[in-house]
């Protein structure tokens, strides 16, 4: 029987592989500026303590049991763990565990996390290779570029397809920043990212689920195997990314071509990078900072009669379970945020726990939460009105939520998240003296100084 062959393709895409690749190889060490130096250091530090935090998790139990079957040789360390195993193990399960708590970095125009898939691919080989800090700075920089230059392209169509699109290009970034860790050439990095071009991973269909942190950790792994691939001479199209069938023109109807050259080398991505106060899907942020100032106004669970949101469709389309049943569901419930975010006044790990999602004062109250679709707000903001049985109406309005670009969270709140992450992980000792290197890990001479204070 024929088939119709035809796509819709643009057969005059600029040769954006190639272009990557002679960014990644040949950007000088350091070449960007202070403020982008720091964030890059921000964003390391802040996933690996989520990396760390969710050691012990059930997931990364799992994902442990799982590996050792192949029986790994000990490479590189598993955070927060005893544990050592192949370098592409540790880049698959510290990918895993630093997205299972969803308190992971996200870069707001695409909502990528690209720490996930870069960090843990990069600091995996780094640790085998007995690599410098500037070496793994310098890499998660350029991967976490690659990542989201090619995220801006094709977002926001790619996502609304049901990709779930920092593991779809998160591989693309652990590929660039293991190949800048190896020295790739030119030609090598390119095969690099072709390699890694047949390999995207993950869908929307698993949020909620513990496949939904694989896919950061699936994107490390394959990330990291590309480059080794491409530094053995393995082969791929030099123009996997654009060509009429390559990933950006399968995976996606938007090819903005220009969002990967425009300042390419003078602006970085990792500069629009923010980080999570609240440990859930980010789209449910400004309901529950609105329910803390709602909370620090003196507003009180047993006052309320209701609870009215007026906010973006995105939010109920990815967070709109009314009943979840367990903690991992709990962080796709912006009713269930809004709960926490009253009675407790934070929503941390510990709010997402199962206990928690099934406590009877929170489940009454997320009871009492009516959201309304309102397009006209924006993604990132929130309309909220607290209706109280006396007939009082609290309104609070919130444009930009804590941890946002516009209201990002202080070198010392960071610090603090960091805290309660790794202290009941690793002990208080530890957790100071990882946060005492955080700010100089680019003069590391060898970053095992760092992965052996990350381990039991």
């Keep these: 029987m024929a088939r119709n062959t035809q796509v819709a393709a643009d057969t005059a895409a600029p040769p954006i592989t190639s272009i990557l690749a002679?960014?990644?190889?040949?950007?000088?060490?350091?070449?960007?500026?202070?403020?982008?130096?720091?964030?890059?250091?921000?964003?390391?530090?802040?996933?690996?303590g989520c990396a760390i935090g969710a050691a012990r998790h059930e997931a990364a139990d799992a994902a442990i049991a799982?590996?050792?079957?192949?029986?790994?040789?000990?490479?590189?360390?598993?955070?927060?763990?005893?544990?050592?195993?192949?370098?592409?193990?540790?880049?698959?399960?510290?990918?895993?565990?630093?997205?299972?708590f969803d308190f992971d970095d996200t870069h707001l125009k695409t909502i990528i996390h690209p720490a996930g898939p870069v960090a843990s691919a990069v600091l995996a080989l780094a640790e085998h290779r007995g690599a410098s800090g500037r070496d793994v700075i310098d890499a998660l920089v350029l991967g976490i570029d690659v990542a989201c230059r090619i995220g801006n392209t094709m977002y926001p169509d790619h996502y609304d397809r049901g990709w779930h699109i920092t593991g779809s290009t998160g591989m693309l970034g652990a590929a660039a920043g293991?190949?800048?860790?190896?020295?790739?050439?030119?030609?090598?990095?390119?095969?690099?990212?072709?390699?890694?071009?047949?390999?995207?991973?993950?869908?929307?269909?698993?949020?909620?689920?513990?496949?939904?942190?694989?896919?950061?950790?699936?994107?490390?792994?394959?990330?990291?195997?590309?480059a080794l691939l491409a530094s053995q001479g393995f082969t791929a199209s030099p123009r996997a990314l654009e060509a009429?069938?390559?990933?950006?023109?399968?995976?996606?109807?938007?090819?903005?071509?220009?969002?990967?050259?425009?300042?390419?080398?003078?602006?970085?991505?990792?500069s629009f990078n923010t980080y999570k106060p609240f440990a859930c899907g980010i789209v449910i942020h400004p309901s529950i900072d609105a329910c803390v100032q709602l909370r620090d106004r003196?507003?009180?669970?047993?006052?309320?009669?209701?609870?009215?949101?007026?906010?973006?469709?995105?939010?109920?389309?990815?967070?709109?379970?009314?009943?979840?049943?367990?903690?991992?569901?709990?962080?796709?419930?912006?009713?269930?945020?809004?709960?926490?975010g009253l009675i407790h006044g934070r929503a941390g790990e510990e709010e997402f726990s199962d206990a928690v999602v099934n406590d009877p004062a929170v489940v009454a109250l997320r009871n009492k939460v009516?959201?309304?679709?309102?397009?006209?707000?924006?993604?990132?903001?929130?309309?909220?009105?607290?209706?109280?049985?006396?007939g009082r109406r609290v309104e609070v309005q919130v444009e930009h939520a804590i941890g946002s670009l516009e209201n990002p969270l202080s070198d010392a709140q960071l610090e603090a998240k960091f805290a309660d992450l790794v202290v009941p992980v690793l002990g208080g000792t530890r957790s100071r003296d990882i946060t005492a290197q955080?700010?100089?890990?680019?003069?590391?001479?060898?970053?095992?100084?760092?992965?052996?204070?990350c381990r039991p």
Aim: with cysteine; aromatic share 6%.
């Design 22 to 48: 002679r960014f990644v190889a040949g950007h000088a060490s350091r070449g960007w500026t202070d403020a982008v130096e720091h964030e890059a250091h921000r964003t390391f530090y802040n996933w690996l």
């Design 66 to 100: 799982a590996v050792q079957m192949l029986a790994p040789a000990p490479q590189a360390s598993v955070l927060g763990r005893a544990e050592k195993v192949d370098m592409a193990s540790a880049a698959l399960v510290n990918g895993i565990t630093s997205h299972t």
């Design 178 to 226: 293991c190949a800048r860790l190896l020295r790739l050439d030119e030609q090598q990095a390119a095969m690099a990212l072709g390699i890694a071009a047949s390999q995207p991973v993950g869908l929307r269909e698993q949020f909620g689920t513990m496949t939904k942190p694989f896919h950061p950790g699936g994107a490390a792994r394959a990330g990291l195997m590309s």
């Design 244 to 270: 009429p069938r390559g990933f950006v023109q399968v995976a996606s109807d938007k090819r903005a071509w220009n969002e990967v050259t425009d300042e390419l080398g003078e602006r970085f991505e990792i």
């Design 298 to 340: 003196g507003v009180t669970a047993d006052q309320v009669e209701r609870i009215e949101l007026r906010v973006h469709s995105l939010v109920l389309e990815l967070t709109g379970k009314k009943e979840p049943k367990d903690g991992l569901q709990g962080k796709f419930s912006v009713y269930h945020g809004c709960a926490v």
């Design 370 to 390: 009516r959201a309304t679709v309102d397009d006209s707000v924006d993604e990132a903001s929130v309309q909220v009105a607290a209706v109280l049985h006396d």
């Design 438 to 453: 955080w700010r100089g890990l680019a003069a590391m001479a060898d970053v095992r100084a760092l992965t052996a204070l």
